[in-house]
């Protein structure tokens, strides 16, 4: 059974920093790529960060390069995101998401992230 579970979102100022962890089942660790994605009000979901289940190789959209860091504890089964010199403009619900390739089939519940400016 797959499972992802989300936590670590909050309120934070603008400049701040928030960390986000998804807990996840030990087949979908080992099994599939893992990534967190996020949708803003109005806004359509967008991968923010990806990690590779084989070599552990990371991407990042461009509006969060330099500021956010995906990775991983094997021994914890869990995926980190690691979110430095927040902007207004990351405020959304943060997802983890589990896939093949780059097509993601399993979600998380989702964790609110807002930035005050």
């Known amino acids: 059974q797959v499972q992802l579970v989300e936590s670590g979102g909050g309120l934070v100022q603008a400049g701040g920093s928030l960390r986000l962890s998804c807990a996840v089942s030990?087949?979908?660790?080992?099994?599939?790529?893992l990534a967190w994605f996020r949708q803003a009000p109005g806004k359509v979901r967008e991968i923010v960060a990806r990690?590779?289940?084989?070599?552990?190789?990371?991407g990042y959209a461009d509006s969060v390069k330099g500021r956010f860091t995906i990775s991983r504890d094997s021994a914890k089964n869990t995926v980190y995101l690691q979110m430095n010199r927040l902007k207004p403009e990351d405020t959304g619900v943060y997802y983890c998401?589990?896939?093949?390739?780059?097509?993601?089939?399993?979600w998380g519940q989702g964790t609110q992230v807002t930035v005050s400016s």
């Open positions: 998401a589990a896939g093949q390739s780059l097509t993601y089939g399993y």
């Open positions: 030990e087949r979908t660790f080992t099994s599939f790529n």
């Open positions: 990690i590779s289940r084989t070599s552990g190789s990371t």
